[in-house]
Each structure stands twice: as C-alpha cells, then as structure tokens.
C-alpha cells in the first residue's frame, strides 16, 4: 500500500504564493500517476492537477490553469504544487492522490490546509 503524506499549507494573502509537497511511501515503483485535489466544507473533492510519473505529462483543471504548476521529483518520490496569485476561493484542505494498479485515484493522506486571506 503505498501512502501520502501532504504539507506546505498554510495561511497567505491574495496574490501571495505557497509551494505544498506530496511525499510518497511503500512500493512507489507501482505508482504511474500523481495528482492533486482540494476539498471544501460540504463540497466533493475537486481534481487540481495531475502528472505521470513516466514522461512527466501534465493536465489541469481549467479553475487553475496558469495559476498553479504541478512537478513531481522521482528520485525523492515527491510531488510539488506551486500556487502562484492565489485567490480566496483557493482556501481549501489539499490533497494528494495516486495510481496505481488500477485507474482508481487512492492512498489519501490527511491533507495540508490552505487559507487565502484578502
């Protein structure tokens, strides 16, 4: 079982940045894709970004395209979030989730909070 482990949260104002990190532990060789996810109060879980960690491609949710970057160092199997012009709406607990042997996103860690202050 491979496992997660958020951080990097924190408290900034609007226009500020944050940088979050996503540690993977356990049978990382099995990992074939990485992602992130934010989650408000009383809302489902809202897809961010996500990698491949072969090849390293990318895809966005159009909500922070351009705003946020997503990266992932293999040798340290950790994947990074870098929040640029951050916005009230982006005050959320963050999450990172995983694939791997199967399509299913998994291995949830207990998240990393994220308040943007205006």
């Known amino acids: 079982q491979v496992q997660l482990v958020e951080s990097g949260g924190g408290l900034v104002q609007v226009g500020g940045s944050l940088r979050l990190s996503c540690a993977a532990s356990?049978?990382?060789?099995?990992?074939?894709?990485m992602a992130w996810f934010r989650q408000v109060p009383g809302k489902e879980r809202e897809f961010l970004a996500a990698?491949?960690?072969?090849?390293?491609?990318?895809r966005y949710a159009d909500s922070v395209k351009g705003r946020f970057t997503i990266s992932r160092d293999n040798a340290k199997n950790t994947m990074f979030l870098q929040m640029n012009d951050l916005k009230p709406e982006d005050t959320a607990v963050y999450h990172c989730?995983?694939?791997?042997?199967?399509?299913?996103?998994?291995?949830w860690g207990q998240g990393t909070q994220v308040t943007v202050s205006s």
């Open positions: 989730g995983a694939k791997w042997g199967s399509e299913e996103w998994r291995g």
């Open positions: 356990g049978p990382t060789y099995r990992l074939f894709a």
């Open positions: 990698i491949t960690i072969s090849g390293g491609i990318t």
